[in-house]
Structures are given as structure tokens and as C-alpha cells.
């Protein structure tokens, strides 16, 4: 009775998670293939690692909000066995969930590439670029633009303290955009200067708490933000005094003369405009497309990151961050290996898929899977078909016989319904003087070809 109810059930999928259309697959493998052919354009390295980690591998990397969000896995078999009972009892989720749960889905693809780094160091050379393209995890709040599971398509550049590192990942952030038809704006900022800026108000030991709450700031406004700040136990002059980095809106040389008065004083904070500085010089000598901008209420929250960080946006579409980044100094040290710089970025393929829809910028022949549909008379034409069909596919020309001997307004629906945009038809005539029909599905108009010049014309015409 139960196995019945439940075969009445609508299947369903997770929320944040989806399926995807063939359509939705060709549309995304464009997004994929843009971006794995800048990457190698600049020497980055291909690598993947597990879906999953050791649990320890993740945690207390991301700060707390990122821990919350990390997917834990239950240990298999009795995992409650061994459990205090005073622990059971106590309800406390989190204490008990790092007790039944030795790993986790992955939160990101930047703290297991530290892990492989670590792991694997004796195989690499240094300075080591590496990217990677696979899913990740999160138990976050479904809504527009955010699911739980989505790709990454990261770069890293790891062994290397230079900017020229941040400039090149900038002018592959402006490569990529380009090529897909987005008009972005690059933000950057310095952890550094977050961190004079938090020590001149004189909370420096607030300071993952007080960039955590500026990281907040599109997601929840401003009024909010303050009143975060109010009840980390700033007092209100001082809240008042930070407004300007929140509604400064200025050319970058008016930013970096207000940041030189107000950072002075502080090492960290001056270091920190001085490589500002450097990325934004370099820049100059290149000509890219994209607006870069530095904007001193840009945090990024994740507490991996110790210097320049990087988020990029669409103009014109309410999305969110497409793309982010920075540079962290310490990741692998927390695996036991010091002294190993570097500096990535992320591209939200997901994001920028929708990006892409919203805009309609998707070429018009990503719909084309099959170029081709050989119409199916009957059993002697189908036979005279098959070694046809594989010629077309040695010359690169995708194509299928249809599998029955249906009605031709049927086959013809057929190719219309999956954007099929040629159908060969070949009867009793064509088989005996090779003369063979070529349909062209949106213009309606019939060409007569000998067989060895079909691959030419739909190459040409396709």
C-alpha cells in the first residue's frame, strides 16, 4: 500500500537544484568552452578533485555564515552509535553534526585546490596556474541567481606575490565578458585597506565581524548594515564616519586621495592602496574593454582572503556578482605548507547564463544538434541510406535517419520541432540516378545534388 502511494507521488527535485534540457546543455557547454579557451589562452592547467572532502578540509575556512552553509554527509551505518547521550540530548545541531558527519559536499573549488596543493606539491612546478570546472554546494536560500548546486569555472595563480598576477586575471575577466557580449564592471579593493580602516576606527579585532557585515550591503541595504555594525558595539560617530565608503562616488584618483589622508597611519592600510596602486598603473598600459573600479565598500566575506579582491557585475541586469575573486596568502598554511601566495577568480556560470538569456545574446545555431535528417521510405531505402549517413558524419556533417517508415508530414515534423535545419529525401528515383533531394527546412527550398556534394553544400550553408 505504501509502494503505491508513493508511485502516485509527483517526482521532484531539490530546491536550488535543476535539470537541464539538451537545449540548457549546449547553452551552458558555450559558456564553458568561452572560458576554457581563455584560460588556456593564458597557460592555466586543467584539474579536478572530489565532489565531496574530508569534512576537516572545509570547515573554519569560509567564516561562520560560510561554515553554516557547507552540505554535511552522514557517516554510513549506525552513525548515531558512540554518541553521548548528554549530546543527544542537547539538541546542539552544529556540535552533533561534526560528530556523524566525517565529510561534506564541496563549498567552493579554491580551499580543496589549497588541499591539493598541499597533497601534491612534489608533482607541481611553481608559480602553478590551474583551472577548474565542476559543481559545488550550497544549503543556501534559494532565489534568483543564488541555487544550491552551480558551477564554478575558476583560474589560480599560486607561488606568486606580483600584481602583474591580479592585472592578467583582470584582463581575462575583460576577455571572457567580451567574447560573450556582456558589458561588466570590474570592482576591486584591497583587504589591506579594510583592515587600516577597521584598526583607524579602532576595532581591529572586530575585523572579520565588521567586513562581514560590508559584505552584506547589496543584500540587505544600508539602514541594515548600520544597524549590524550598532550591534557589534561600534558606537554611532563612528558608524557615521564609515558612511563615505559606502556612497562614495568618485574617479579613482579622488578615492585613492581620500584613502592616503584617512589610511596615513596605518602599515597594512597603506600597503594595501600601494598595490591598488600597482594593478591600476599596469592597467593603464593595456586597453580592455571593460570599466574597472575601485570600490572601498567592497569586502568579500570569506576570510581566506588577506589582499586584492575582486567581484564583477552586469550593467543593466539585477543579478548579483558574476564573477569574483582575490588574492589569499595563507589558504595552503592551513594545510601545512607556508610561504605559497596566489591569487583566483571565479566565474558563476550559472549567473552568467542567465545573464546571457535575459539579454538574448545566445548565437542562433546553438539550437542545432542535428544538421541533418535523412527521411526514412522503407526498408530498401533505408538500407541505401545507411552507408550515406556514414559518409556525412566521416566529412563532420551530424546527421540521423529517421528510425521508421512513418508518414512524411510526420519525419518533416520532426525535423521542424528539433531545429533540424536540412531533410534529405531519398525514394526509388533518387536511389536509381543518384540525383538526391535536399530540403532546406527554413527557406522550404529543394536542391538536387549528386551524394558526394552534400557535405559541401550544408557545410556551407548551415
Known sequence: MIKKDMAKEKPSIPKGTRDFLPIEISRRNYVFNIIREVYQLYGFKPIETPAMENITTLMGKYGEEGDRLIFKILNSGDFLSGLPDELLDSKKSSKIGLRICEKALRYDLTVPFARYIVQHQHKLSFP????????????DRPQKGRYREFFQCDADIIGSDSMLNEVELITIINDVFSKLGIDVVVKIN?????????????????????????????????????????????????????????????????????????????????????????????LKRINIDCEVDLDISLARGLNYYTGTIIEVKAKNVDIGSICGGGRYDDLASLFGMDGMSGVGISFGADRIYDVIKEKDLFPENIETFTQLLIVNFGPKEQNYCLSISKELRESGISCEIYPDHSKIKKQMQYADKNNIPFVLMIGEEEMRTGNLSLKCMKSGKQTTLKKSAIAGYISGNC
Open 128 to 139: 602553478f596556474r590551474r583551472y577548474q570546472i565542476q559543481p559545488v554546494w550550497r544549503a
Open 190 to 282: 584591497n583587504r589591506k585597506i579594510l583592515a587600516g580602516i577597521v584598526e583607524k576606527i579602532g576595532h581591529a579585532d572586530k575585523f572579520n565581524q565588521i567586513t562581514n557585515i560590508f559584505d552584506k550591503l547589496e543584500k540587505i541595504g544600508i539602514d541594515k548594515v548600520n544597524e549590524e555594525l550598532a550591534e557589534t558595539g561600534i558606537e554611532n560617530k563612528v558608524i557615521d564616519s564609515l558612511q563615505p565608503l559606502f556612497y562614495m562616488d568618485a574617479a579613482y584618483e579622488q578615492k585613492v586621495e581620500y584613502l592616503n589622508k584617512i589610511l596615513r597611519s596605518s602599515e597594512p592600510g597603506m600597503e594595501g592602496l600601494e598595490e591598488i596602486f600597482e594593478i591600476f598603473e599596469m
